[in-house]
């Protein structure tokens, strides 16, 4: 009778649904929350880091197109540690710097690059490293969206195996005798949602953004061998 007194009135204490649950529900219920709640963690977290890096990134591809003097943005990449196009540039700017050898015939003629083709395989790794670093985590929110409904679905069982126990106990099956187990089973299916619903949505929206930034990325790449062809061939 106590525990019915949790499901009169207008809705379910959630809480009191968990302490008055079983060891079994409860670690169900416990997980779930966890998952919910660090989903959310992550959702939050790429989402202002993913904001802030398009800024900066804007901000650093106009100082990149301003500037004659690589090294000297060289010395300002702490400015824009946000943006992946550093990453890119930092690779590219020293991998140029050692690929650079006298040019042939009078003296004062720019320097040619030895090879473009190592440029670019360092621009590549670069992109590579950039990716994953801005990948970090989403693997969490993939496996929180297709692990939840299963755990939600095992509570679910439970649930309902542990209102026909108490069927089996009681000898009778009345409203008070199954509502604790089947109470458990339906809020455990509707936790199993609530967490995979939001990191599915945002895991989708992530790598929607990633392809977003694969473009940019890509794009900086052959914008900065351009420039570099220019320059040094």
């Known amino acids: 009778m106590a525990y019915m007194g ?3 009135g207008q809705g379910v204490n959630l809480w009191e649904v968990v302490l008055h649950a079983g060891t079994v529900a409860r670690v169900v219920l416990l997980i779930l929350g966890a998952f919910s709640i660090t989903s959310w963690v992550i959702i939050v977290q790429k989402a202002i ?4 890096s398009k800024g900066v990134t804007d901000s650093f591809r106009a100082v990149f197109r301003k500037t004659t003097n ?10 824009f540690t946000m943006s992946p ?3 890119l540039f930092t690779a590219g700017f020293s991998e140029v710097n050692y690929q650079l050898r ?9 320097p040619q690059i030895k090879s473009m083709e190592a440029v670019e395989r360092c621009l590549q790794r670069a992109s590579v490293v950039e990716m ?3 990948e970090n985590y989403l693997g969490i929110l993939a496996t929180i969206a297709a692990v939840s409904p299963f755990v939600g679905l095992f509570g679910t069982v439970w649930g309902i195996i542990d209102a026909f126990h108490g069927i089996g106990t009681a000898g009778n099956a009345s409203l008070a005798t199954v509502a604790p187990g089947i109470s458990e089973a339906l809020v455990a299916t509707a936790l199993g949602l609530v967490a995979a619903i939001p990191a599915l949505m945002a895991y989708n929206f992530f790598q929607g953004q990633l392809k977003h930034w694969q473009t940019e990325l890509d794009d900086f790449s052959l914008e900065f061998i351009g420039v570099s062809e220019r320059n040094f061939t």
């Open 6 to 8: 949790l499901m009169a």
């Open 132 to 134: 994953g670093r801005m």
């Open 85 to 87: 196009l550093v990453g």
């Open 49 to 52: 880091l993913l904001s802030r």
């Open 102 to 110: 006298p040019a042939p015939g009078p003296a004062g003629q720019k």
């Open 70 to 79: 690589w090294g000297e943005l060289k010395g300002r990449a702490g400015e």
